[in-house]
């Protein structure tokens, strides 16, 4: 039974449309959702401490966070925002799945390929269907 569902919530793309799909899911499940944001603390972006990070990050995001706080609302959904810093997010969305118990790691399909960075790195939903120890929905967007 799934009650705790995951999605990395990816800051430069928000992921609305497919973000509303799966708290349709997660509301159909009865399930708490979790979405997930992973950064890298590059010099630039990193402030003076994690406070101010996670702070700034926030900022960042709090009008996509708003949106779907809101819809997450309407439906009756318990949404969640976590906030995780990362050499490589991959590696630490798999972690916070598993560490935190998570019942259904959703991530998503892009349908446009970034192919340079792809050839290099392989497609990352393809990578996290691979490695994921926990059970996987492939969304696209």
Known sequence: MVK?????????QPPAHTARQ??????????TLTLLII?????ELMESDRE????????QL???RQILQSEAQALGVNLIVEI?????????????????????LVVCKPHEHHRLRDAISGEPWKQI?????LPVLVMPS
């Not at 269907?129 to 120890?133: G, M, Q």
């Open 22 to 31: 799966v708290l349709q899911l997660a509301r159909q499940l009865e399930a």
């Open 52 to 59: 101010a990070f996670v702070l700034a990050t926030l900022t």
């Open 39 to 43: 950064r890298q603390q590059l010099d």
């Open 4 to 12: 705790n569902m995951l999605m990395q919530l990816d800051w430069d």
């Open 84 to 104: 995780a810093a990362s050499g490589h997010p991959i590696d630490t969305l798999l972690a916070f799945g598993t560490e935190q118990h998570f019942d259904l």
């Open 62 to 64: 709090e009008a996509t």
């Open 129 to 133: 269907t691979t490695r994921s120890t």
